[in-house]
């Protein structure tokens, strides 16, 4: 209903040739290229001693690998914002999960280290889970463990907020206390971000920094 059109090009995302041919062809069709968002990933439902080595690295490669190779390929681009679409599985300690954390939490520190190195914002969402990702029993499985899933129209709402404000991380997910909770995060706690061109005292200044830029 919004309008607009998408090309699809095969290829690994962990291979730069795919990448750059991926992005000459953007910019040959449309001009410039303003944003690049990351979404990739193999999910992991398994204990770890069940898992090979062949499937630990597979899993390891399709979120981190393709993350790291992307960010090198798009490095010197004249964007307007690199967004990671990274998980809140970064936070949670939850067997099953380990490699698939383990990926995450790769990528919300590689986001971490080049936001320092390019020009332009990088940023990282940390979704729960969406209404239209996995299966009915899975989703029972969730709503067991305190998580609820998003709704698109929500995740999308969302994104454009992140991107809107240049909030570097930001953590979206519908969970209850005790979930929260086990993710370190008191629910009677609250924070409140200041864009740069809103007025601001040093001393709320200096919390926002340590709390979201640190």
């Keep these: 209903a919004g309008g607009g059109e998408a090309v699809y090009v095969q290829g690994s995302a962990e291979d730069p040739k795919t990448l ?26 398994e204990l770890l001693r069940r898992l090979d080595l062949t499937t630990v690295s597979e899993i390891l490669a399709a979120k981190s ?6 960010s090198e390929v798009c490095r010197e681009l004249p964007l307007d914002f690199l967004l990671f679409l990274n998980s809140a599985q970064s936070f949670f300690n939850e067997g099953r999960r380990a ?9 919300d520190a590689y986001a971490a280290k080049i936001r320092a190195q390019v020009s332009f914002p990088v940023q990282v969402i940390n979704w729960g889970f969406w209404s239209h990702s996995f299966s009915p029993s899975l989703q029972a499985t969730l709503r067991e463990a305190g998580l609820g899933v998003i709704r698109p129209e929500d995740g999308m709402q969302a994104i454009e907020t ?17 979930a929260l909770r086990r993710m370190g995060i008191e629910p009677g706690e609250t924070l409140t971000y200041f864009s740069d061109g809103q007025a601001r005292s040093d001393e709320a200044h200096a919390i926002l920094a340590t709390q979201l830029f640190a």
């Design 65 to 70: 690998g393709s993350a790291a190779v992307l």
């Design 162 to 178: 992140v991107l809107g404000t240049g909030i570097p991380q930001a953590a979206y997910l519908v969970a209850n206390q005790q």
């Design 99 to 107: 490699i698939y954390a383990a990926a995450c939490c790769f990528v």
């Design 20 to 45: 750059h041919a991926a992005i000459s062809l953007a910019q040959n069709e449309y001009g410039s290229l303003h944003g690049i968002i990351h979404s990739a990933f193999k999910f992991q439902d």
